[in-house]
C-alpha cells in the first residue's frame, strides 16, 4: 500500500473515483507483498460476489537457485514476484463489480505462474458483457495477460470468470480506454517484459550479447523512405535476425517455391520497417493455377516468426541473445521501427493436385498502406517416394504422463488431446516413432516388483492409430530405481558418474525383469523394444564397467537388442562393443563406409544418430544444418535413423527460455493443445523432404537400368554423383562449410527435372 | 631453468622477420613461445625438448590421463596448458595479430596406452573477444609432425589475443593413457601481395532463377595491395567464351560475398568464375552449374 503511485487507482475496494483513472490490482492474500504502481485486492473484497468457494494461494519470492542432487548442478528457483507470488482462484464461475465512473474501459488480466502442479492446466474466460477473452495453459510457471473491451454503466464495471477446470488471477488492470496505450506502455508492458526474461536483480548478472549482422543498410528507395517499410524475402533456411538489414538483392525478390504432389513447401517474406506501425493484417488470396483451377481452401498455413530470449547453450547460464525461434499462428502484428517481420507460409498441395503454376497474392494492410506481395506456386507432376531403410524419430516427453496425474477431467483431456495433435504432427512431417519407458522398482520394505505394463500400452495404442507401429523402440529402463534398492538408496549421479558395482543379484535381477518384459511385450504383441538401461553414460571406467555388466545382463534374454546413447568411435566405450546392438550418437561420427561394413558385417547392429545440435537444444538457428543433416547430409552417412532430443521440452514457462537451470526448446504449445512449430522442426521436414527427392530418383534410375534405359539411367546417376561430390561431408552439421541457401533448391530441382525425365520415360 | 633461461635468450634472438621471396610470405618466428617457464600446465606437465623442429626450439607437453585424480569435483577432468605470456603488460610476443595472415605452428602427438583411440582429440583453442577459435588436432597421433595453419581473419579480434592454449577432455581418453605433444616453429606469416588463398562457392548450383552465386573468399596481403581488388573473370567452361570481366572489391580475411549473375540471362550449362585469371601462380578457379528455371514451363 505505501508503495502506490499517485497515478493509480482511487478506487480501491470498491471506493467510487468520480474521475475516471486506471485501477490497478495486485490480487492475493492480506498482507502479502504488493506491486509498485498496483493496490492489493483480496479474497475478501466487496468486489467479488463468487457462487463456488474462492481459493487464494501463496508463493515465495526467492531468488537464490537450490542445487540438484543427482547431478549437482544448480537449479533455479520458479521466479515470481509481488505481481506473481498470490493469486486469487476458483474451481467454477466469479462475478466482479468494480466501482467507477461511466464510461468505455480496457480489462487487462494478468493469469498463470500459479506454482505447484506441473499437470493442472488452467482455463479462464472472462466475459464483460458480449466481450470476452480467454486463455487455457498448462503448469506452474506460465502467464498470461488477456484484454478485453469494458463499459460501465450506472458506476459499475461488471465482470464474470467462468472455466472448464480452475481458473486463477494474479492481477486485474481496469484503464479508461483513453489511457490504455499510455498506460500499456509505462506499466503492463514492462511488467510483461520482466515476466518473460527475468527478475532485473538477476538478469543484470546475464550478459546481452547481441547478434552482429555483417549485412550494411541498404540504401532505400524513395518509396521505401515514403511509406516507411521495405518487403523483402530471404531463403527459409537463413534467419531473419531482429534488427538486422535485409540485402540489397532480397528487397523485392521473388517470392516463390515449387513442390511435388502432396507436400508442404514454406514460402517466407519479411517487413522491414523505418518507422513503428500500429497494425498489420494479413490475407492471402487463394493459389489459382493457369486454367483457373485454386488449392483446397485449407492449403495455406499463415504464421510469424517470433523473436524469444535464448541463451547460447541448453544450461550456460549468464549470457543472452535475441533469436527468431517460434512460428506463431498468425495474428495482427504491430511494428517496431528496426525490427523485421518474418511472415511465414505453409502451402500444403494434396496428392490430386492439378501440376502447374499456381498464384497467389498475399495482402498486407501497414496502417492503411496496402501492400500485394506476389506469390508463385509451382506444382510438379509427381509424388516422392521415402526411402523404408531410413527412419525418423522423436525423443518424446509424453503427455500422458501428465494426463494420468490430472485431477481434474478437463486437464486429462487436454494432455490427452496434446499427445493426439502432437502425433498427427509428427507423422505429417514424415516420423515414424518415438521413444518410450517402462519404468520399474522393488518396494523397499517387501522387494515386490511394481512394474506397469499398461501405461506402455496406451502410448503404443495411440503410435498405432498415427502409423507409428513399426519403430523398433527404444525402451527407457528402471535402472537407477532398482540400483538404488540394491545400494540402500544411492544415486548413480549425472552420467552414471557415481556409479558403484553392484550386487550380482541386481544384475540377475536385470536379466529377469528383461525377460519378463520382453514376455508381455510379444504377448502383447508390441513392437521390438530396444533395452536403453542408461542414457548417456560417461566415459569414466566405472561407468563403462558397470554399463558392460548391465548390458550383458540384458543380453542374456534371448533374442533382444541393447540401445546405447554413447559415440561408438570413442576408445573408452571400447569395452561395450560386444553387447550394444544399436549405437545412437550425436554425430555421424563412423565414415559412411565404416558404418555399412559394419551393419553388414553384424546383422542387429545399427547406428543412430540423435543431432542434438540440430534440435535447438543450444542454437535455435541452424535451420540450414538441420536441412542438410536430415537430406543430403543422412544420405551421405550410413545412419539409419535420425532421432532427436527432443520434440519439445518446457522447463518452466514455455515462452521463457532463461527461467531456468535449463533451455526450453523445441515445439510448443497452443492454448488448445495443438503444436506450435519452429523453423528448425520445418527444417526437418524439409531435410526428409530432400531424403525423399534423392531415393525418388535412385529409385526410378534402377528400374531404368532394369529396363535397358542405361544411357538415360547412367545421364541421371551423373548429376547424383555431381551431388554426393559437392556435399562437404561433416559430422555435425551446423551453419558453417555449408551450400548456400538456395543451392539446397537448385539441387532439388536437378533431382526433380530428373524425376521428371524419367518418369516421362517410364511411366 | 637453466635450459629455459637459455631458451629465452634464443627467442630474444629469434624475434625477427624474415622473408622468403619464393614463397611470398614475411615471416615473424615467436620462438619465446617455445620456452616452458611462459606456459602453466594443470594435470599435466611441460619440457623444452631435446628435438628441434626445422631448426626451432620445441615444447614437450605430457598429458598423463587419470581418471580418478586431478582436481576433486572433477576427476575425469582437462589437462591443460596455457601460454601466459600475453597476460603480462609487455608480452614478448606481439599481441596484436592483425596485420598478419597467418599463424603457424609444427606439432607431433603420440598417445599411449589407448591403442583403440581413433580419434585422439586434441583441442587447441586462441583467445580473444568471445567466442574463441578453436583448432581441432584430432587425428594427429600418427608420431609425425604436422603443420597447423591458423588464418588469423578466424579469430574473433585478432588485434588483442589475451590467450592461448592446448587442452584435452579425458573422458575421451583411457585411464591410464599417456598423450606427448611436441609443438615448435611457431610463427606469423603474411602474404607480400593480394592473394587469394582459399575460395569456396557455396552455390555450386543455382537455378535461372536466383540472382547471385555466393563465395567465400579468403583474400591475404598488405591492405594497400588488397585494395585495389581482384580480377576475375566469368566464362562459359564448354566454350571458354568471356562473359563479364572485372575487378572484385575485396578485403583482407575471410568474407562471404554475392556476385550477381541475373543481368547476364545465361543459359543453362556449367560455368567458370576465374580469380586472377592471367596470373598462373595466383589464379584460382570454381566451377557452378546453372540449371533452368523451375518457374517457366516448357510448352
Known sequence: MKKTSAFICLAALGAVSMNAAPLLYDLGTPGSPVRKNFVPLDIKSKVWSSKTKLFVKTNKIVRESGVNRNSGRAEPPLYFNELT???????????????????????????????GDSSQVWDIKVWSGPANAAMTYAGAAEIHAIELDAVARKGQLKLSVSTRSQWIINAIAIIPEKEYARVKKNVLDPEMAELASLPPEILKKWKKMPYKSDIPEPRWSAAEKKQGFAIFSRNWTEPVWPEQFPRKSEIGRAVRAFTSLGESEPMTFSVYPLKNFKRVTLQVKPFVNEKGAALAADAVTARYVRYAWVRPNYNMTGFYYRVPEVLMPWSERSLKAGEPLRIWLSIDTKVHTEPGIYRSTALLDIDGQKVNVPLTLRVLPFRLVKNPHVIFAQYYDHPYKKAARAKDDFSRQWWEKRAEYEHAHMRDSGHEGITGSIWFTRDRRSGKLILNFDAMQKQIDLMRKYGMGKFPIPCGMGTSSLYAYYMKGALMGSHITRVKMPPKKFFEDFTAITQLIENEARRRGWPELLYYPIDEPSSQTNSVEFMVEILKAIK?????????TANPAASAYAPMKPYVDVWSCQPFSIPKKQAEADMKRRPGLEYWSYPNHNSGENDHTLSIGTRMTYGFGLWQSGFKVLIPWIYSVTRHD??????????????????????????????????????????????LIATANERGFKKEAAAAQRDLDLIKKNI??????????????????????????NIMKLNTLLY | MKENFAAVLLAGAFLSTAVFAEEKFECQFLDSMAVPRRWSPAESSVSLDDVKFNGRPVLKWVAPVDHFAGEKKYPVGWPRMYFTDFSRSKPVVPRNWQDWDYFEFDVKLQLEGDPQNINCPVSFVIASSQPSYYVSLKKRHDGKIHRIKIPVAKITNPRRITNLGFSISESKYKHGAKLTVQAGNFRLLRSTECTVEKVTLLTPAVTASDNAIKLVLHVSGPASDVARGVPFRLSEMRSGKILRQETLPVQRGEREMEIEIDELNLRPGDYTLTLFPDRKEKKKSVVFKLLSSPYKVKK
Not at chain 1, 556 to 564: A, E, I, L, S
Not at chain 1, 731 to 751: N, P, Q
Open chain 1, 654 to 699: 514455455q515462452w521463457n527460455n532463461l527461467d531456468s537451470g535449463t533451455s526450453d526448446f523445441g515445439v510448443r504449445t497452443a492454448p488448445d493443445g495443438r503444436p506450435i512449430p519452429t523453423p528448425l522442426w520445418e527444417a526437418y521436414r524439409e531435410g526428409i523432404d530432400d531424403g525423399k527427392y534423392l531415393f525418388t530418383l535412385e529409385s
Open chain 1, 556 to 564: 542374456k534374454v534371448p533374442g533382444v537388442r541393447t540401445y546405447v
Open chain 1, 728 to 753: 562437404f561431408i561433416q559430422e555435425r552439421y551446423r551453419d558453417k562449410e555449408l551450400w548456400g541457401a538456395d543451392t539446397f533448391d537448385a539441387y532439388r530441382w536437378l533431382l526433380a527435372e
Open chain 1, 85 to 115: 507470488c498470490d493469486h486469487i482462484g476458483s474451481k467454477g464461475g466469479a462475478d466482479l463489480t468494480f466501482s467507477v465512473p461511466d464510461g468505455r474501459y480496457k480489462v487487462w488480466i494478468l493469469t498463470g505462474r500459479a506454482g
